[in-house]
């Protein structure tokens, strides 16, 4: 019953810009952190960023902090990855994910039960 619908990636040249959105079904009443997985070929899973419910905490891995901005639209059930000053090793499958816990921040991948479909992301040098 629970689905992440994802927006689809793209190419993008190294330096640019691109958006995320995550939109989550079957969650409206439901307390949920959301965050961002990535998985890039030959590399581990790594959970690159997350929002609390309220949005007073998030979390951005050293890889991309500064670079990406979480933003959420609880109205819409939407949350949103600004992706800035693109770099070549940013090339993954971006995976949206969520946990119906508390609401509050949590770190690991692991910890988050809803995944989306994964979209590829893929920055040239």
């Known amino acids: 019953q629970v689905q992440l619908v994802e927006s689809e990636g793209g190419l993008v040249q190294a330096g640019g810009s691109l958006r995320l959105s995550c939109t989550a079904l079957?969650?409206?009443?439901?307390?949920?952190?959301m965050g961002w997985v990535r998985q890039a070929p030959g590399n581990e899973r790594e959970f690159g960023a997350g929002?609390?419910?309220?949005?007073?905490?998030?979390y951005y891995a050293d890889s991309v902090k500064g670079r990406f901005t979480l933003s959420r639209d609880n109205a819409k059930n939407t949350v949103y990855l600004q992706m800035n000053s693109l770099k070549p090793e940013d090339t993954a499958v971006y995976y949206c994910?969520?946990?119906?816990?508390?609401?509050?921040?949590?770190?690991?991948?692991?910890?988050?039960?809803?995944w989306g479909q994964g979209t590829q992301v893929t920055v040239s040098s």
């Open positions: 929002i609390s419910w309220s949005g007073a905490s998030t």
């Open positions: 079957g969650l409206t009443f439901s307390l949920y952190t």
């Open positions: 994910a969520a946990v119906t816990r508390d609401g509050r921040m949590y770190y690991r991948s692991s910890e988050y039960p809803y």
